[in-house]
């Protein structure tokens, strides 16, 4: 979920809070090599030892002359690495550097999965969740702590909303009909009896599934699996049923694997 307005969160918290800090983004131009042989391309770059990083941990590197920070992340729902450069001047050579590495295992420049990060059940900033999303709407719950001693903004809110439970809720939902002809790029309406209960959010077919799957944001009353809804496309309606998300790989055993058992 990046692309957020956490650095403009940030500085205003600061300046209304009389904090004597800077905050500001690092210099860094970030490169995510991601699938099933990324972990071999690593190793071509890196020597055997990249291979003891583990999944979101993270360790500073030199390439070639270049200063890095390479994790173990990455927004794919597959085995993958982000590549921060800490020095721009090198962004041409890092680049070629990485794409003659990867040639010998097929390794081509693309965009963001759309199917495999909503396989995944992996939020887009702006789609899924937004500046009025709240974690217990989106199922993340065990990384609030509302029993720490200290206070943080946005704490007594969080604990009437656990209180009360969240009026809204993301789903899966599994869209019958033909494959989808891409992602869909504006919100769907959700009804239920004619009633409009929430939207679409995210959208795609998976070939692997054989679905059709999305994410959605609902009344939490209709929430349950197995509830039946209609989603209001642009090509017209189709029956919908709340399903168990992610929708694959559910423990993220794919991008947690073993890298030296591929």
């Known amino acids: 979920m990046a692309d957020s307005d956490i650095l403009l969160w940030a500085q205003g918290v600061a300046v209304h809070a009389g904090l004597d800090v800077t905050i500001d983004e690092p210099d860094v131009s970030p490169v995510q090599l991601q ?15 990249i291979l003891d990083l583990k999944y979101y941990w993270l360790r500073e590197l030199e390439l070639d002359g270049m200063p890095l920070l390479v994790s173990r992340t990455g927004w794919s729902s597959e085995l993958g690495y982000e590549i921060y450069l800490r020095d721009s001047a090198h962004g041409d050579a890092l680049w070629e550097r990485i794409m003659a590495a990867g040639a010998p295992f097929g390794l081509k420049p693309g965009h963001t999965s759309s199917i495999r990060r909503i396989e995944g059940g992996m939020l887009s900033y702006h789609a899924d969740a937004d500046a009025k999303t709240n974690p217990f709407e989106l199922g993340l719950d065990r990384l609030v702590n509302l029993d720490i001693e200290a206070d943080f903004i946005g704490k007594a809110a969080l604990r009437r909303i656990k209180a009360q439970g969240p009026s809204r809720k993301q789903v899966g939902l599994i869209l019958d009909g033909a494959p989808l002809q891409g992602p869909n790029t504006a919100f769907w309406p959700l009804q239920k009896d004619g009633v409009t209960i929430g939207k679409v959010t995210s959208a795609i077919y998976s070939p692997r599934l054989e679905n059709n799957i999305a994410l959605a ?3 939490s009353e209709y929430a349950g699996l197995g509830t039946q809804l209609t989603v209001l496309t642009k090509a017209g309606a189709r029956s919908a049923t709340v399903v168990e998300r992610p929708f694959y790989d559910p423990n993220k055993k794919i991008a947690a694997s073993e890298t030296t058992l591929l």
């Open 217 to 219: 944001m609902i009344a």
């Open 35 to 49: 699938g099933p042989k990324s972990g071999k391309i690593m190793q071509a770059l890196f020597g055997d030892s």
